[in-house]
């Protein structure tokens, strides 16, 4: 699975609230991709809760 952000994220932090191995919000969200495959659920879910829906999966 691979995380791609599109533009427009409000850095709300309920990605990384959800999943911080995976996303780390400072001004914009940053993925750490060496931890993407443990934790797919979770990103699932974090891409799920995003309000501007930004996190896609492909
Ligand atoms: S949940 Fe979406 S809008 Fe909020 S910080 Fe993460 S990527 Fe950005």
Redesign the pocket.
């Known amino acids: 699975m691979k995380v791609k952000?599109e533009d427009g994220?409000?850095?709300?932090?309920?990605?990384?609230s959800i999943c911080d191995a995976v996303?780390t919000?400072e001004d914009?969200?940053l993925v750490n991709e060496a931890n993407i495959s443990a934790n797919e659920e979770a990103v699932k879910e974090?891409a799920e809760?995003?309000?501007?829906s930004?996190?896609i999966l492909e």
């Open positions: 952000i994220c409000i850095a709300c932090g309920a990605c990384e996303f919000v914009t969200v974090a809760a995003c309000p501007v930004v996190i």
